[in-house]
T-cell receptor
Protein backbone atom coordinates (compact mmCIF):
# COMPACT_ATOMS: atom_id res chain seq x y z
CA UNK A 1 0.00 0.00 0.00
CA UNK A 2 1.23 3.47 -0.87
CA UNK A 3 2.45 5.64 1.99
CA UNK A 4 0.43 8.82 2.48
CA UNK A 5 1.30 12.15 4.07
CA UNK A 6 -1.30 14.58 5.37
CA UNK A 7 -1.11 17.71 7.52
CA UNK A 8 -1.53 16.86 11.18
CA UNK A 9 -4.09 19.58 11.79
CA UNK A 10 -6.01 22.39 10.13
CA UNK A 11 -8.21 25.20 11.34
CA UNK A 12 -11.11 26.85 9.55
CA UNK A 13 -14.19 28.93 10.17
CA UNK A 14 -17.83 28.23 9.53
CA UNK A 15 -18.89 28.84 5.95
CA UNK A 16 -15.42 28.52 4.47
CA UNK A 17 -14.28 25.93 1.96
CA UNK A 18 -11.67 23.55 3.34
CA UNK A 19 -9.14 21.71 1.22
CA UNK A 20 -7.11 18.88 2.75
CA UNK A 21 -4.26 17.59 0.62
CA UNK A 22 -2.78 14.12 0.80
CA UNK A 23 0.56 13.23 -0.78
CA UNK A 24 1.10 9.73 -2.15
CA UNK A 25 4.20 9.88 -4.32
CA UNK A 26 4.49 6.11 -4.68
CA UNK A 27 0.93 5.48 -5.81
CA UNK A 28 0.64 2.47 -8.08
CA UNK A 29 -1.26 2.23 -11.33
CA UNK A 30 -4.10 0.21 -9.83
CA UNK A 31 -4.36 2.16 -6.56
CA UNK A 32 -7.51 4.05 -5.58
CA UNK A 33 -7.75 7.00 -3.21
CA UNK A 34 -10.31 6.93 -0.41
CA UNK A 35 -11.18 9.41 2.32
CA UNK A 36 -12.81 8.74 5.69
CA UNK A 37 -14.14 11.05 8.40
CA UNK A 38 -14.07 10.22 12.11
CA UNK A 39 -15.78 12.03 14.96
CA UNK A 40 -14.58 11.56 18.56
CA UNK A 41 -15.60 8.23 20.07
CA UNK A 42 -17.14 7.03 16.82
CA UNK A 43 -16.09 4.74 14.01
CA UNK A 44 -14.82 6.23 10.73
CA UNK A 45 -17.31 7.05 8.02
CA UNK A 46 -16.62 6.66 4.31
CA UNK A 47 -16.68 10.01 2.51
CA UNK A 48 -15.48 9.57 -1.06
CA UNK A 49 -13.33 7.44 -3.33
CA UNK A 50 -11.70 8.13 -6.68
CA UNK A 51 -9.10 7.08 -9.21
CA UNK A 52 -8.42 10.17 -11.33
CA UNK A 53 -9.65 13.68 -12.17
CA UNK A 54 -12.62 14.75 -10.05
CA UNK A 55 -15.27 12.96 -8.05
CA UNK A 56 -18.14 14.73 -6.34
CA UNK A 57 -20.90 13.56 -4.04
CA UNK A 58 -23.33 15.23 -1.67
CA UNK A 59 -20.68 15.56 1.03
CA UNK A 60 -17.40 16.45 -0.67
CA UNK A 61 -15.31 16.64 -3.80
CA UNK A 62 -12.09 14.80 -4.52
CA UNK A 63 -9.56 16.31 -6.90
CA UNK A 64 -6.83 14.11 -8.33
CA UNK A 65 -4.22 15.60 -10.71
CA UNK A 66 -3.00 13.77 -13.77
CA UNK A 67 0.15 12.38 -12.09
CA UNK A 68 -1.98 11.10 -9.15
CA UNK A 69 0.85 11.78 -6.70
CA UNK A 70 -1.49 13.80 -4.51
CA UNK A 71 -5.19 14.32 -3.94
CA UNK A 72 -7.30 17.02 -2.35
CA UNK A 73 -10.46 16.54 -0.36
CA UNK A 74 -12.65 19.62 -0.62
CA UNK A 75 -15.38 20.34 1.91
CA UNK A 76 -17.65 23.19 0.81
CA UNK A 77 -18.92 25.67 3.38
CA UNK A 78 -17.92 23.79 6.52
CA UNK A 79 -19.92 23.95 9.71
CA UNK A 80 -19.00 23.21 13.32
CA UNK A 81 -20.21 19.65 12.82
CA UNK A 82 -17.43 19.05 10.29
CA UNK A 83 -14.88 19.15 13.09
CA UNK A 84 -13.35 15.70 12.86
CA UNK A 85 -10.29 13.72 11.82
CA UNK A 86 -9.98 13.04 8.09
CA UNK A 87 -8.04 10.06 6.79
CA UNK A 88 -6.59 9.55 3.32
CA UNK A 89 -6.03 5.96 2.22
CA UNK A 90 -4.42 4.65 -0.95
CA UNK A 91 -4.41 1.10 -2.18
CA UNK A 92 -5.52 -1.39 -4.81
CA UNK A 93 -8.94 -2.95 -5.03
CA UNK A 94 -8.56 -6.70 -4.99
CA UNK A 95 -10.52 -9.83 -4.37
CA UNK A 96 -13.63 -8.26 -2.89
CA UNK A 97 -12.06 -7.42 0.43
CA UNK A 98 -9.66 -4.67 1.28
CA UNK A 99 -7.47 -4.00 4.25
CA UNK A 100 -7.66 -0.39 5.28
CA UNK A 101 -4.50 1.08 6.75
CA UNK A 102 -5.16 4.34 8.52
CA UNK A 103 -2.45 6.85 9.31
CA UNK A 104 -2.69 9.64 11.85
CA UNK A 105 -5.07 11.65 9.68
CA UNK A 106 -5.75 15.39 9.62
CA UNK A 107 -7.51 16.91 12.58
CA UNK A 108 -9.83 19.64 11.28
CA UNK A 109 -11.16 22.19 13.75
CA UNK A 110 -13.97 24.45 12.56
CA UNK A 111 -14.45 27.61 14.59
CA UNK A 112 -17.54 29.83 14.85
CA UNK B 1 -30.86 -1.28 5.49
CA UNK B 2 -27.75 -2.64 7.10
CA UNK B 3 -26.77 -2.06 10.71
CA UNK B 4 -23.79 -3.11 12.77
CA UNK B 5 -23.86 -3.62 16.50
CA UNK B 6 -21.06 -3.86 19.02
CA UNK B 7 -21.14 -4.52 22.71
CA UNK B 8 -20.33 -3.61 25.29
CA UNK B 9 -19.89 0.10 24.63
CA UNK B 10 -17.37 0.50 27.43
CA UNK B 11 -15.41 -1.99 29.48
CA UNK B 12 -12.95 -1.75 32.35
CA UNK B 13 -10.99 -4.92 32.97
CA UNK B 14 -8.02 -5.79 35.21
CA UNK B 15 -4.75 -7.02 33.76
CA UNK B 16 -4.79 -10.78 33.26
CA UNK B 17 -8.57 -11.05 32.88
CA UNK B 18 -10.23 -12.52 29.78
CA UNK B 19 -11.95 -10.49 27.10
CA UNK B 20 -14.84 -11.07 24.75
CA UNK B 21 -16.16 -8.37 22.43
CA UNK B 22 -19.01 -9.14 20.08
CA UNK B 23 -20.03 -7.66 16.76
CA UNK B 24 -23.10 -8.51 14.69
CA UNK B 25 -24.27 -7.24 11.34
CA UNK B 26 -27.87 -7.11 10.15
CA UNK B 27 -29.36 -6.61 6.73
CA UNK B 28 -26.66 -8.23 4.62
CA UNK B 29 -25.27 -11.68 4.01
CA UNK B 30 -21.74 -13.01 3.70
CA UNK B 31 -20.06 -9.71 4.59
CA UNK B 32 -16.35 -9.25 5.03
CA UNK B 33 -15.75 -8.48 8.69
CA UNK B 34 -12.93 -6.58 10.35
CA UNK B 35 -11.61 -5.77 13.83
CA UNK B 36 -9.61 -2.57 14.29
CA UNK B 37 -8.02 -0.96 17.33
CA UNK B 38 -7.34 2.70 17.86
CA UNK B 39 -4.98 3.75 20.63
CA UNK B 40 -5.49 7.21 22.11
CA UNK B 41 -4.55 9.93 19.61
CA UNK B 42 -3.49 7.49 16.91
CA UNK B 43 -4.81 6.05 13.67
CA UNK B 44 -6.65 2.77 13.29
CA UNK B 45 -4.78 -0.49 13.25
CA UNK B 46 -6.28 -3.50 11.51
CA UNK B 47 -6.21 -6.54 13.82
CA UNK B 48 -8.20 -9.25 12.04
CA UNK B 49 -10.36 -9.70 8.99
CA UNK B 50 -12.65 -12.47 7.84
CA UNK B 51 -14.08 -13.33 4.44
CA UNK B 52 -16.31 -16.15 5.69
CA UNK B 53 -17.36 -18.37 8.58
CA UNK B 54 -14.34 -19.79 10.33
CA UNK B 55 -11.93 -17.87 8.08
CA UNK B 56 -9.79 -15.48 10.07
CA UNK B 57 -6.67 -13.60 9.00
CA UNK B 58 -4.47 -11.92 11.57
CA UNK B 59 -2.60 -8.76 10.76
CA UNK B 60 -0.68 -8.18 13.97
CA UNK B 61 0.82 -10.85 16.27
CA UNK B 62 -0.57 -10.32 19.76
CA UNK B 63 -2.45 -11.95 22.59
CA UNK B 64 -5.80 -11.32 20.90
CA UNK B 65 -7.78 -13.76 18.78
CA UNK B 66 -10.89 -13.56 16.63
CA UNK B 67 -13.60 -15.98 15.65
CA UNK B 68 -16.52 -15.97 13.27
CA UNK B 69 -18.96 -18.64 14.43
CA UNK B 70 -21.81 -17.37 12.25
CA UNK B 71 -22.02 -15.48 8.98
CA UNK B 72 -22.76 -12.12 10.58
CA UNK B 73 -21.09 -12.54 13.96
CA UNK B 74 -17.50 -11.60 14.74
CA UNK B 75 -15.92 -12.04 18.17
CA UNK B 76 -12.68 -10.61 19.53
CA UNK B 77 -11.17 -12.45 22.49
CA UNK B 78 -8.23 -12.59 24.80
CA UNK B 79 -7.32 -15.09 27.50
CA UNK B 80 -5.25 -12.60 29.50
CA UNK B 81 -5.42 -8.86 28.94
CA UNK B 82 -2.34 -6.65 29.00
CA UNK B 83 -2.20 -2.95 29.82
CA UNK B 84 -1.28 -2.31 26.19
CA UNK B 85 -4.61 -3.79 25.08
CA UNK B 86 -6.41 -0.62 26.18
CA UNK B 87 -7.97 1.25 23.31
CA UNK B 88 -11.00 1.82 21.15
CA UNK B 89 -12.05 -1.35 19.33
CA UNK B 90 -14.04 -1.06 16.17
CA UNK B 91 -15.79 -3.70 14.12
CA UNK B 92 -16.51 -3.05 10.46
CA UNK B 93 -18.07 -4.81 7.51
CA UNK B 94 -17.87 -4.48 3.75
CA UNK B 95 -19.69 -5.99 0.82
CA UNK B 96 -18.12 -8.84 -1.08
CA UNK B 97 -20.01 -8.20 -4.29
CA UNK B 98 -17.52 -5.58 -5.46
CA UNK B 99 -14.04 -4.58 -4.49
CA UNK B 100 -14.07 -1.27 -2.68
CA UNK B 101 -12.52 0.51 0.25
CA UNK B 102 -15.98 1.39 1.52
CA UNK B 103 -16.32 -0.12 4.97
CA UNK B 104 -19.06 0.46 7.53
CA UNK B 105 -18.01 0.78 11.14
CA UNK B 106 -19.82 -0.03 14.35
CA UNK B 107 -20.09 2.29 17.36
CA UNK B 108 -17.00 0.82 19.00
CA UNK B 109 -16.02 -0.51 22.41
CA UNK B 110 -13.76 1.53 24.63
CA UNK B 111 -11.61 -0.87 26.66
CA UNK B 112 -9.57 0.23 29.63
CA UNK B 113 -7.23 -2.32 31.15
CA UNK B 114 -6.25 -1.43 34.73
Amino acid sequence: LAKTTQPISMDSYEGQEVNITCSHNNIATNDYITWYQQFPSQGPRFIIQGYKTKVTNEVASLFIPADRKSSTLSLPRVSLSDTAVYYCLVGPLSGGYNKLIFGAGTRLAVHP
Amino acid sequence: SQTIHQWPATLVQPVGSPLSLECTVEGTSNPNLYWYRQAAGRGLQLLFYSVGIGQISSEVPQNLSASRPQDRQFILSSKKLLLSDSGFYLCAWSRTSRATYEQYFGPGTRLTVT
